[in-house]
């Protein structure tokens, strides 16, 4: 029984922390190019807070914050980014370096620079480029020598010259040729990115683990990993490929609502026969938010295609190590509760950690609807 009360306190201490700002570590980089000739468009995505200490803007959350760290307006970042706009160009149209042959593009002056709905910094730049000869990426922002982060990966989605496809820049490989992308070579890479989202994703963690609570025998498991799959990879490919699109600031929120829903429901509707449709919808919602964190949407290509699946891949095997490990010892606990005494305090545990799932899910509802911030 003393087993049984302190697994259940640890859940509900663990679930009930404050979500703080993890250490940053390490960030990823968004690049679209689009062009045809001597004219080419770069749009990159880069993440507020590395940018910030770079360029000293308002609203920046520490790496070494610990819990309690309060949401900055988004207001806050806006106006600071405004006021640094040309600096933050400027940044960007030094680090990402376009080529073709041996001749470099030249970055105009002027870019445009935005706040996303998701938060993150968005840098559009034209560059004047020769008439022909491959062209070649380099990505440098957040380079090793600024000291800000560990590690960058940066997506390069490109439609150039009629030639689509993606690819996985990190530190070890900063440059890649349109067209000289190797499909087979990036799966591993974009194997790795998808797990990675999953685990570091907090929200979808949660969402897991509500759906766990819940289910009472391997079959139920089955059955909501099932339709949580399929949702989530029927959404990630259609925003992929352009044919839906949904703003940051209407996903986000949802797919933290929905972590309070399904928490709340294991209380106060134990049946899970009816679960199906519900986890189905809200796996079209995290397929959204799966889509907004890869940034490879545009017109489909194999090599696109490649990496979209393997992202996936590395989503399914992220959600099946985390089921692997908490479903069994949830069913241990089940089976060892024996007694009435244990029993209790086993559906207290239970009850605890569904409550503070809930109220974590309402926390980011609230903090990331830009009706109620």
């Excluded at 749009?43 to 507020?48: H, I, L, Q």
């Excluded at 908490?326 to 089976?335: D, E, G, S, V």
Aim: charged fraction near 15%; proline fraction near 4%.
């Amino acid at each position: 029984m003393r087993l049984l009360a302190l697994f259940a306190a640890l859940v509900v201490t663990f679930l009930t922390a404050t979500p703080a700002q993890a250490h940053v570590r390490a960030t990823s980089v968004a690049v679209d190019l689009r062009g045809h000739g001597d004219e080419v468009a770069a749009v990159v995505d880069v993440e507020y807070d590395v940018l910030g200490r770079l360029l000293s803007l308002d609203g920046v959350v520490s790496p070494d914050a610990d819990g309690g760290v309060a949401e900055v307006p988004a207001g806050v970042r806006r106006d600071s980014l405004d006021a640094h706009a040309a600096e933050a160009a400027a940044y960007i149209g030094g680090a990402v370096r376009l080529s073709r042959g041996s001749i470099g593009c030249a970055a105009q002056e002027g870019g445009r620079v935005e706040l996303t709905d998701s938060g993150a910094v968005r840098v559009a730049l034209a560059y004047a480029c020769p008439a022909s000869g491959a062209l070649t990426v380099r990505s440098d922002v957040f380079g090793s020598t600024e000291g800000l982060v560990d590690d960058v990966r940066t997506t390069v989605a490109y439609d150039v010259d009629g030639i689509r496809g993606s690819a996985l820049l990190d530190v070890a490989r900063t440059s890649v040729t349109v067209g000289h992308a190797d499909p087979i070579g990036e799966i591993p890479g974009f194997v790795l990115l998808g797990a990675e989202h999953l685990f570091f994703g907090l929200d979808h963690v949660l969402f897991l683990l509500a759906l766990l609570l819940g289910a009472k025998r391997l079959r139920d498991v089955v059955e909501v990993a099932t339709a949580f799959t399929v949702a989530h990879s029927v959404t990630l490919v259609l925003a992929a490929i352009g044919w839906v699109s949904v703003p940051g600031w209407i996903v986000e929120p949802l797919v933290a609502l929905s972590i309070a829903f399904v928490a709340l429901d294991n209380l106060l509707s134990p049946r899970t026969g009816r679960r199906l449709p519900v986890v189905f919808a809200f796996g079209l919602l995290h397929g959204l938010g799966f889509a907004g964190s890869l940034s490879v949407d545009g017109p489909a290509s194999l090599s696109m295609l490649v990496n979209l699946v393997s992202f996936n891949v590395g989503i399914e095997l992220a959600q099946l190590a985390i089921i692997a490990l908490a479903f069994p010892a949830l069913l241990f606990l089940r089976r060892a509760a024996t007694g009435p005494v244990a029993a209790r305090a086993l559906m207290l545990g239970t009850a605890g950690a569904a409550v503070a799932v809930a109220g974590a899910g309402l926390i980011w509802f609230v903090e990331r609807s830009p009706l109620l911030t």
